[in-house]
């Protein structure tokens, strides 16, 4: 059987790594078993943050990547590309004045780029974007587009391509755009994206989002506008645990771990200060602890969490890995004894679902999670993952990370004795419980939806006698 074509518009995608990649990742890796032959369009990887090459072993030999340009203003991870005198400290010679001129001129732009980056940075991507599209739509046959955003640049580049060719077309949202917690404030520039995003539900015939929260927003703001709307979550790939074996293992302490970016909203600081708390009542013995933090732990022109491990004594309990290949990140996961879900503060960070809490559920091992109460608190409670607190209440996390050190410290006590360890979970019943955020059944139901319409557009064309 002749398989359908896909063409998929995402800006983020091996080598480019971070958490929303494992989305277009995992559907471009299974979309093939369920008849759908993938085409990614995306951009030419330079300096990213997160560069990860080891994940592009994951795409399969028939998917087909086309890499288009982007114009470079500004460096990934939303610094201005370092100068040799940005790289150079202490005694040595003042930047000359072409020096002093390019950082002039890089901070000027790094003022003025909420007013000109509209829909976000990667806008820069949408001229080459578009016209690399458009030579492979003229050139080879696709049956539908699927957009996944962020960044939203992703959907203006999809629906120029739909528009020009009649081709059917998923948006798919992993994060709100204009409804989203990070906003600029701008009123001008809020009103222009409301419109840009109109224009984008309207045009889509299939509107996709990752939680039920965000169908609703959704709905609420675009009711009237949207024709269809599918709940897929976000999920994990079952292959990624298969063998897992575990790494960066502490055996003789409580090893509570993190993999991920942290920024301004989304910090250790308090849970640091609540351990510290913990350690000076007597509670937790500082010697029997430690955390290991991979990925961004302080954004780049910020230290405030380092200032932080500083402040507190803690320098000997915090381990810092730096950024890691996600396979590594995984057996850092698989070696820890609790897994720390660090949440953004802002009010309406409930409505989110961090991804790192699916892989969270394939490692198995207790959660710590600092989350606004919401749907990624329920399903922590629901599948009984670990413990739960508000991110801006030390007394909860105090005594939520205390009843994981506790329950470390008598399951160690039971293993010198010689005594029988409690239950393991059941895989086979868990996993049957959780199908609905594996990546491969999410695949399968992107494709349900594609063959849906297909199957309108096939009703829709007069038959020949």
Known sequence: M???????????????????????????????????????????PGYHATLDHSLLQE?????????????KVFARGGAAAPTPAAQSQGANPAPSAKVRLK???IAFLKKVRPYLMIPDDQILWYPQA????????????????????????????????????????????????????????IEWREALEERLERGVMARADVVTTVTATFVEMFREKYGDTIKAMKLIYNGFDRADFADLQPQ????????????????????????????????????????????????????????????????LQLGEQVRLLGNLPHKQALGLMKGGDALLLVGD??????????????????????????????????????????????????????QAYLALYQAWKAQRAQQSAGEVEGATRDDASFYER?????????AEQLALELDKLLAMEQRKEPSHV
């Open 2 to 44: 002749t398989k359908k074509r896909l063409l998929m518009v995402c800006y983020g995608f091996p080598p480019i790594g971070g958490g929303g990649v494992p989305r277009p990742l995992k559907m471009a890796k299974y979309l093939g078993d369920f008849g759908w032959d993938v085409t990614v369009l995306t951009v030419e």
């Open 59 to 71: 795409v399969p030999p028939s998917v087909q990547i086309v890499r288009a340009k982007e114009w």
């Open 103 to 105: 950082k002039t001129i």
């Open 130 to 185: 578009v016209k690399t599209g458009q030579e492979l739509m003229k050139r080879e046959k696709f049956d539908a587009i699927f957009s996944t955003s962020g960044p939203a640049t992703n959907h203006l580049v999809a629906k120029k391509l739909a528009d020009e060719f009649g081709c059917k077309w998923i948006a798919d949202f992993r994060d709100p755009w204009t409804q989203n917690m990070h906003q600029t404030g």
């Open 248 to 311: 960066f293992e502490v055996p003789d302490r409580f090893h509570a771990v993190y993999a991920g970016i942290l920024y301004q909203k989304r910090n250790p600081r308090l849970l640091l200060e609540a351990v510290r708390e913990l350690i000076d009542e007597g509670r937790v013995e500082q010697s029997d602890i430690l955390f290991s933090f991979a990925g961004v732990f302080d954004y780049p022109g910020y230290t405030e969490n380092r200032d932080c491990v500083e402040r």
């Open 345 to 398: 503060v802002s009010a309406d960070a409930g409505a989110y679902i961090p991804g790192k809490l699916y892989e969270y559920m394939g490692i198995g091992k207790p959660i710590l999670a600092l989350n606004m109460a919401g749907e990624a608190t329920e399903i922590i409670q629901q599948f009984q993952l670990g413990e739960v607190c508000d991110p801006t209440d030390k007394d909860q996390i105090k």
């Open 434 to 442: 959780v199908k609905p955020y594996e990546r491969r059944y999410q």
